[in-house]
């Protein structure tokens, strides 16, 4: 069965440092897509990045970038220079097998970030 | 510029009670879905609709249902609400049959707390 594993129900981060957020995942599918979402308090969910298994390349959005390992099933999101904004819950999200149109998610229980002055 | 929008945003009910959650999306987004978010367990995908007229059962649907009235809009029907149902509800929609990078779009959620 598909699952996605976010081991991390928490963490700390200094302002202006980098984090890693851990999402692995589980498949049969040789093309999937991978999705990070951020809730902040308001409880709004924003989506911030995209990696697609055929991507050769990492994805990068701004501050964040994916750290995708296929061989590992792993796709971690990497916040680069904290900011006190950045505090929030992050969810990691599947979309199930190719591109169609049903393109489900399954989503991570997710890992809340307190950003530290 | 409002994107996918939820009402109400906070509901009390009774048990046993009926309540429909109203969706509706100006970005003519063909795919629609309803997700439940409960602490510790992220957000479990209860009914969708691939398409106008059609909806499909997600991983949690029972105690639900569904109409998608018309490519704006999907409904979530409880019809005898139990405590269980208690939960943030989320309404999200998406371009359907194109490039796998594009995001499902949320709305804001709907707040239920059954007593």
């Known amino acids: 069965a598909q699952k996605i594993t976010q081991t991390q129900p928490g963490m700390f981060v200094q302002e202006k440092e980098a984090v890693t957020l851990d999402c692995t995942y589980d498949?049969?599918?040789?093309?999937?897509?991978l999705f990070w979402y951020k809730q902040p308090s308001s409880g709004e969910m924003i989506f911030l990045i995209y990696?697609?298994?055929?991507?050769?390349q990492n994805a990068t959005e701004g501050r964040y970038s994916l750290n995708f390992q296929k061989a590992r099933k792993s796709a971690n999101l990497v916040i680069s220079a904290s900011q006190l904004g950045d505090s929030a819950m992050y969810f990691c999200a599947m979309r199930e097998g190719r591109v169609g149109a049903t393109n489900k998610l399954i989503f991570g229980t997710g890992t809340l970030l307190a950003v530290q002055p | 510029n409002a994107g996918v929008t939820q009402t109400p945003k906070f509901q009390v009910l009774k048990t046993g009670q009926s309540m429909t959650l109203q969706c509706a999306q100006d970005m003519n987004h063909n795919s629609m879905y309803w997700y439940r978010q409960d602490p510790g367990m992220g957000l479990r995908l209860i009914y969708y609709?691939?398409?106008?007229?059609?909806?499909d059962k997600g991983e949690v649907p029972n105690g639900y249902n569904v109409s998608r009235l018309n490519k704006r809009e999907f409904s979530l029907r409880l019809e005898s609400a139990a405590p269980s149902q208690t939960s943030v509800y989320f309404c999200?929609?998406?371009?359907?049959?194109?490039?796998?990078?594009?995001?499902?779009?949320f709305g804001d959620g709907t707040r239920l707390s059954i007593l």
């Open positions: 990696q697609g298994s055929y991507d050769e």
């Open positions: 609709s691939a398409s106008e007229g059609t909806t």
């Open positions: 999200a929609s998406r371009h359907g049959r194109q490039a796998g990078n594009q995001p499902q779009h």
């Open positions: 498949t049969s599918d040789q093309s999937y897509g």
